[in-house]
């Protein structure tokens, strides 16, 4: 089993969850569970990678610190952060896997 293809749904549903919790009011929220997810899930992507050696790019995304700011537009922008990182993560992943089943 391809453990990216199960990384990949579950940064997805990441960005879901964090749409819906940003949107239900202006700062009435931690990012902190958003943090630590995402940077279990890269952690885990590193890690998969390091055993094949296939791909550095890998190595240009670094665990994210976790900070909870109280100030809505800081967290906004940790949000917008965590977005930008996962969804190049998922580009990333999405991609590898589509070249190793070219491989095929």
Same mark, same amino acid.
């Given at each position: 089993?391809?453990?990216?293809?199960?990384?990949?749904?579950?940064?997805?549903? %990441? *960005?879901? #969850?964090?749409?819906?919790?940003? @949107? /239900?009011?202006?700062?009435?929220?931690?990012?902190?569970? &958003?943090?630590?997810?995402?940077?279990? %899930? *890269?952690? #885990?992507?590193?890690?998969?990678? @390091? /055993?094949?050696?296939?791909?550095?790019?890998?190595?240009? &995304?670094?665990?994210?610190?976790?900070?909870?700011?109280?100030?809505?537009?800081?967290?906004?922008?940790?949000?917008?952060?965590?977005?930008?990182?996962?969804?190049?993560?998922?580009?990333?992943?999405?991609?590898?896997?589509?070249?190793?089943?070219?491989?095929?």
């Amino acid at each position: 089993m391809n453990e990216l293809k199960i990384i990949v749904p579950m940064l997805k549903q %990441l *960005l879901k #969850e964090m749409e819906i919790v940003s @949107s /239900q009011g202006s700062g009435y929220y931690t990012c902190v569970p &958003f943090l630590r997810r995402y940077n279990k %899930l *890269l952690q #885990e992507a590193q890690r998969i990678f @390091s /055993q094949s050696n296939t791909v550095s790019v890998i190595n240009t &995304f670094e665990v994210l610190p976790e900070t909870d700011p109280k100030d809505p537009s800081e967290k906004s922008k940790v949000l917008l952060s965590i977005r930008v990182e996962t969804s190049q993560l998922i580009t990333l992943l999405e991609t590898v896997i589509q070249q190793e089943e070219n491989k095929k």
